[in-house]
């Protein structure tokens, strides 16, 4: 059971160092960590720091989907639009309690996923990757026809969430946002971990091997991957809300192709197929682009490209891998 | 009256562009089954090309459009050998998005680089501008040309994949590469050739459509996506389907900016999902890629 978890033969495990383990096991904590480190490191980035938290859970429900789904999706941002505009539209009209409003945004993304999931799963390849992009694509123009509601394209503003625990105020400083961000990435990570070591996450990854080995088997592939691209909904919903919240802002890009486009760099950068992968992708990807679309975002296309390329030609993996590759001593 | 009358010009119009673009995209996916989204770049490059060489160095429109295509094919065939080949027929698709938008950004960068961010135009001869009479009505003459260009590109595939022998191999090698390499069809030229052929209607397309798409660094983002619903929509690898699916997109695009403008999109995204919901191997059937 705890060689398949790892997505390994049992006799890789069973070679596999002790060291590896540890690292899994110490993977929160360390995330923990680092987090809390850069709070305290970088007290002026702090704007910055949440949006990557929130960003890293967007990123982390791309990773369900594609990862451990094996669904090659450009319409990830459909679900992440959704919750944040869910989220939003609440705060401004009905609660303003943040958990609620997290919990709002994980409703509509996890809706719309299962939706939209219902509708385009049993295409395949390129028919599937056109259908979600026309997914992100048509929710972009409802939100943008929805004036009255959404703001149109000057997007969502005024949301002002109450108190964290009616304890914690968000201060202008950004310092309980980002902290809030921190703590419900963290969770978001841990309950991930869990689903992916469920038995569903493992009769994911055998529809991802092999959709007619679990056909043959008695199990549908089709509903598996419709419940797995709903659940990655409400983390990417969760993540839209979470956005929404700590900045206090939506705007039509949320539900945007290039942010979809985005989310998928990110992942790959980080490498796909493993969660902590998809926190790195994030972290490397958002302090870079920061850096270098500051000095002019063209270069930092050329740099994106270059690096994209160079990733599926020499490292398919993504980072992630790179630590493999030394633990295991570059037997790949 | 009038409205329709608008609608059906600049619909097939801007059909024929999607088609002439898409379609070599149609056919290297059904053959090589790479999704290039780098193939919206080669257009824009081309265009890019025709625009200097018309507003840079003076040169005529005719010019212009055969250099920018021939630019666009020996620039692109040694990406073919570099690349592209290492990720043909790759199970991997999320391989090939990534190495192609990888080159996509590359080449906006240095699109951008070159000739800076600003929108630029390539000036019509003044035998292209002005009206010409069909009946009672009268449309402009580069609309005129730009749907003979788009009948005669699919008249010349269709010769060329029916009736050459060059067609007889592309056709066999798209239905089965293994059996037509056993049988002594060098596939590998092929492809090469047929890559060619794909890039070089690219540049047709990016040349011809600079009225209906405008050139920009963005370009190569902002328009693959629509060349990509044409391809799955027609089908890959399948010229007939394609034209169809072109022609029918881009009537529903204009219909609907026409009629209802305020929802942009809309409608051509939702054609799509109906279109793809019914029948996800696109409308005729062509090979899944």
Redesign the interface.
Known sequence: MGAVATGQTPQAAARAPRLRRALGGAVVPLLAAAGLAAFWLFPNDLGLMTRIAATALYVLSLDLV?GFGGI?TLGQAAMFGSGAYAAGIAAVHLVNDPLVLLAVGGLAGGLVALVTGA??L??????L???T???V??VQ??V??ARDLTGGSDGLSGIEPSPLFGLFRFDMFGRTSYLFALAVLLVGFLVARRIVRSPFGLACRGVKEDPLRVAALGGSPRRYLVTLYAVAGVFAGVAGALTAVTSGIVGLDSVS??WS?EA??ML?LGG?GRLVGAVIGTVAFMTIHHVMAAIDP??W??F??????G???FL?GGIASLADRFIKGNRT | METLFGIVVDGVTYGMILFIISVGLSVT?GLMRV?NLAHGAFAMVAGYVASYAAQGLGLPYAVGLVAAILFTVLATLPLEKL?YR??YGSAN???Q???T??????????I??LFG?TLKRIPLPDALLGTVAIGPKSIPVHRAFVIAMGAATVLGLWWLLERTDFGIKLRAAVDDPNMAAALGIRTERLYTATFALGTGLAALGGVLGAELLPLE?YYA?RYI?LF??V??VGG?GNILGLAAAALALGIVDTAGKYLIP?????FF??A??LI??RW???FFQGR??
Not at chain 1, 122 to 127: K, P
Not at chain 2, 101 to 107: K, P, Q
């Open positions: 594609l090659a509708l385009i049993h295409a395949r390849g390129l028919t990757l056109m259908l992009i026309a997914v694509q048509i123009e409802v943008n026809k192709f290039s486009a998928l760099v790959v796909a063209f270069h296309m050329l994106i490209g270059l690096f994209l390329m990733t599926v030609l398919p | 996916l999704v690349l290492r990720i698709e999320l391989a998005v990534l190495l938008i990888g080159l996509t950004f590359v080449i906006v960068a240095g951008n680089y961010p660094p983002i996506v990509l619903a391809v799955a890959a305020s929802f942009g999109e809309f995204y939702a799509l999902i793809l919901f996800p191997h696109g899944a890629a």
